[in-house]
C-alpha cells in the first residue's frame, strides 16, 4: 500500500490516497499508469504528484494509442538518484519509452510535446535513450530554472519537496502535508540561519539551491517523516 497525495491544480489543494501497487493513479484514465508504474525504483511508503501531470499523461497516452513504459517517475528527495532540483522529486516528471527502438522513441518525443500538455519534453540530444517529458511549475525561482518559490501560504508538490528535505537533514516541525504554514516556515528560518543565509522564511533561489543540493540522496535519516 501506498500513501499517494495529489495537488489539485483546480483549486489549490492537497488530496490524500491510500492505493494498492496495482491501483491506478488518481485521476488516471483507463488503468495506463498503476501506482507501481509511478513509483519506479522509489521504496517510499508516501509518493505525490500533480492533477495536471496525471492529465498530461492521459493525454499523451491517448494521443501514443498505446502503452508507453515508463522507466522512471517519483523519487523521495533523500533517495537520491537525479539532479538535487529534479522534477522527479516534485512527482511531476516522467523518463519513458527506454524499451523502444530510437526511431519509435523520436516518435513517442514528438507525440509528446505536439499534445502541449507539458511544461518540458527534453529534446533527443539530451536523452538519446529515453523521453523525458515533465509538468513543472513556473516560473522558477532561480534564473538558470528548477523549482518555484515556496513560502507562507503556498500548497502543492513543491511544498512538500522542501519539507522532505528539511525533515531528513533535521530541521523538523514542518510535518508533510504539501501546506507551507508557521512550522514550514520556522523550519526554513532555522535551515537559513544555520547556512548563512537571509533569514526571511521564504524558499527562493538561494535556499532551494542549498537545501537540495544537501538533501538529495543523503538516505533514510531517523527525521524523515512517513518514509
Known amino acids: 500500500m501506498a500513501n499517494v497525495y495529489v495537488y489539485n491544480n483546480r483549486n489549490d489543494a492537497m488530496e490524500y490516497y491510500t492505493l494498492a501497487e496495482n491501483d491506478a493513479m488518481p485521476y488516471n484514465i483507463g488503468r495506463t499508469l498503476t501506482v507501481g508504474e509511478f513509483r519506479g525504483s522509489s521504496r517510499a511508503g508516501t509518493l505525490w504528484t500533480t492533477r495536471r501531470a496525471m492529465e498530461a499523461f492521459n493525454v499523451t497516452r491517448n494521443a501514443w494509442g498505446r502503452p508507453i513504459s515508463v522507466g522512471f517517475a517519483f523519487k523521495r ?20 519509452g527506454q524499451n523502444l527502438d530510437s526511431v519509435t522513441r523520436d516518435q513517442l518525443r514528438n507525440t509528446a510535446a505536439s499534445t502541449g500538455a507539458w511544461s518540458y519534453v527534453e529534446p533527443a540530444y539530451l536523452t538519446p535513450t529515453w523521453v523525458h517529458m515533465d509538468a513543472r511549475q513556473t516560473p522558477a525561482a532561480c534564473p538558470n530554472g528548477g523549482y518555484p518559490l515556496v513560502s507562507n501560504g503556498s500548497a502543492g508538490v513543491y511544498v512538500l519537496v522542501v519539507q522532505d528535505a528539511l525533515n531528513a537533514l533535521g530541521y523538523t516541525g514542518s510535518g508533510l502535508d504539501g501546506y507551507f504554514g508557521n512550522g514550514t516556515r520556522n523550519a526554513v528560518i532555522n535551515f537559513q540561519r544555520a547556512q548563512g543565509l537571509t533569514a526571511d522564511g521564504i524558499a527562493g533561489c538561494n535556499t532551494l539551491n542549498r537545501l537540495t543540493s544537501l538533501a538529495a540522496g543523503i538516505g533514510q535519516t531517523p527525521t524523515v517523516v512517513k518514509p
Do not use: K, T
Open 77 to 96: 528527495i533523500w533517495e537520491g538518484g537525479h539532479d538535487p532540483m529534479s522534477e522527479h522529486y516534485a512527482g511531476v516528471a516522467f523518463d519513458a
